[in-house]
Antibody
């Protein structure tokens, strides 16, 4: 059974860069059968797709966040990562990593989520 | 691309059926049968309940079903049970020059 686990600082200062890592276990991120995404959820609000990456390093980003987002993959560690620059309080949210089967548009496995607070 | 529109809340009694709507546009829900639905209990990660409009993943009860008409997708839960009380989110491929998906704002289901 595949498992995803987010990790990273829980507190980031305004204008700095938020950095999170998702570690995948129970399956290889290099299998080529999945896309790996980041999704966030502000407290009491809905879900927002941030972006995704394929094993090859090919990425797609939410147009509303594209200028600030970088997603990368480290197949040797079975991990993928998120960097969100120039953060503000509006970026405070629970951040999830999730898996989507290739050529599909749904997320079948999710991490438990990690809360990131942007505050000085 | 704007978020999909869902009712803020719905409720029903045990054993009853409820339907949650998810309204998009001809650019997302209306153009593709690619809506998925997620159940989220407080403090937990979302769980996939329906994909590609009406398909159920292995292990999901057949009390959950999905459908679509025009620009509106729907999730129906029959034989309501107490454990169905949760937030539900729809999601659709938004289809543009680049890959993009949009979520609904979420619906709080209360089992009375």
């Amino acid at each position: 059974q595949v498992q995803l686990q987010e990790s990273g600082p829980g507190l980031v200062k305004p204008s700095q860069t938020l950095s999170l890592t998702c570690t995948v276990s129970g399956g290889s991120i290099s299998s080529g059968s999945y896309y790996w995404s980041w999704i966030r959820q502000p407290a009491g609000k809905g879900l927002e797709w941030i972006g995704r990456i394929y094993t090859s390093g090919s990425t797609n980003y939410n147009p509303s966040l594209k200028s600030r987002v970088t997603i990368s993959v480290d197949t040797s560690k079975n991990q993928f990562s998120l960097k969100l620059s120039s953060v503000t309080a509006a970026d405070t949210a629970v951040y999830y990593c999730a898996r989507a089967p290739l050529a599909t548009y749904y997320f079948d496995y999710w991490g438990q989520g990690t809360l990131v607070t942007v505050s000085s | 691309q704007s978020a999909l529109t869902q009712p803020a809340s719905v409720s029903g009694s045990p054993g009853q059926s409820i339907t949650i709507s998810c309204t998009g546009t001809s650019s997302d829900v209306g153009s593709y049968n690619l809506v998925s639905w997620y159940q989220q209990h407080p403090g937990k990660a979302p769980k996939l309940m329906i994909y590609e409009g009406s398909k159920r993943p292995s292990g999901v009860s057949n009390r959950f079903s999905g459908s679509k008409s025009g620009n509106t997708a729907s999730l129906t839960i029959s034989g309501l049970q107490a454990e169905d009380e949760a937030d539900y989110y729809c999601c659709s491929y938004a289809g543009s020059s680049t890959f993009h998906v949009v979520f609904g704002g979420g619906t709080k289901l209360t089992v009375l």
